[in-house]
């Protein structure tokens, strides 16, 4: 099973609008952190935001913001006033036993296949 | 600019032949990450080493070997290279096995 399910290959919106890209999750560990990650098409992987499963706010940063419903494991991805410049490929990624590790750490992400997201003038 | 860096930047090679991509985590950050993108297995990770030890590992091949140094940075070695080790490879760092990975610009390889 997959354990990242982004079901959106590709979007278009018009620019200034809000975009929502869809995330779900599986997992049954119960310390995990989601994050999303933007791919312009230079091939750079850019950081957004994350959210860690017991966190109790909603990460935001900037116009980004991660709806994270922890019991439907989802945790979309909210761009508000959408620009130009946000087209790009966006992927949601998970870490499963979130420090599990003192210091060290758990593991890598595991990634979706991404949403192609092309913003309209 | 994320703070890390990797290099070469591209690489071109041929069947059979071994290479060595570089990376060097951001300033403070003591977790280094492996990953590789294709095509066909997305973005997949490859292994994780903290503060010069081996952490975790993913889908490595036993033909791609890692090590990182006491200066933390991190070099990862691919041998007996195929047509399917075409990728881009990324590094990552974190501070520690929480929070933000930082990924650097990665290296394209491509095997003819």
């Known amino acids: 099973a997959q354990k990242i399910t982004q079901t959106q290959p590709g979007m278009f919106v018009q620019e200034k609008e809000a975009v929502t890209l869809d995330c779900t999750y599986d997992?049954?560990?119960?310390?995990?952190?989601l994050f999303w990650y933007k791919q312009p098409s230079s091939g750079e992987m850019i950081f957004l935001i994350y959210?860690?499963?017991?966190?109790?706010q909603n990460a935001t940063e900037g116009r980004y913001s991660l709806n994270f419903q922890k019991a439907r494991k989802s945790a979309n991805l909210v761009i508000s006033a959408s620009q130009l410049g946000d087209s790009a490929m966006y992927f949601c990624?998970?870490?499963?036993?979130?420090?599990?590790?003192?210091?060290?750490?758990?593991?890598?992400?595991?990634f979706g296949k991404g949403t192609h997201l092309i913003i309209q003038p | 600019d994320s703070g890390v860096t990797q290099t070469p930047k591209h690489l071109i090679t041929a069947t059979g032949q071994r290479v060595t991509l570089r990376c060097s985590p951001r300033?403070?950050?003591?977790?280094v990450y492996w990953y590789q993108q294709s095509l066909d297995q997305g973005l997949q990770f490859l292994i994780q080493?903290?503060?010069?030890?081996?952490?975790a590992k993913g889908n490595i091949l036993e033909r791609f070997s890692a090590q990182q140094f006491p200066d933390l940075h991190s070099e990862l070695n691919l041998s007996s290279l195929e047509l399917g080790d075409s990728a881009l490879y990324f590094c990552?760092?974190?501070?520690?096995?929480?929070?933000?990975?930082?990924f650097g610009p990665g290296t394209r390889l491509t095997v003819t």
């Open positions: 959210q860690g499963s017991y966190d109790e």
């Open positions: 990552a760092s974190s501070v520690g096995g929480r929070g933000e990975q930082y």
């Open positions: 300033s403070g950050d003591l977790s």
């Open positions: 080493y903290y503060n010069g030890e081996e952490r």
């Open positions: 990624a998970m870490r499963e036993r979130e420090g599990a590790n003192s210091g060290g750490g758990a593991d890598g992400l595991t």
């Open positions: 997992t049954s560990d119960q310390s995990y952190g």
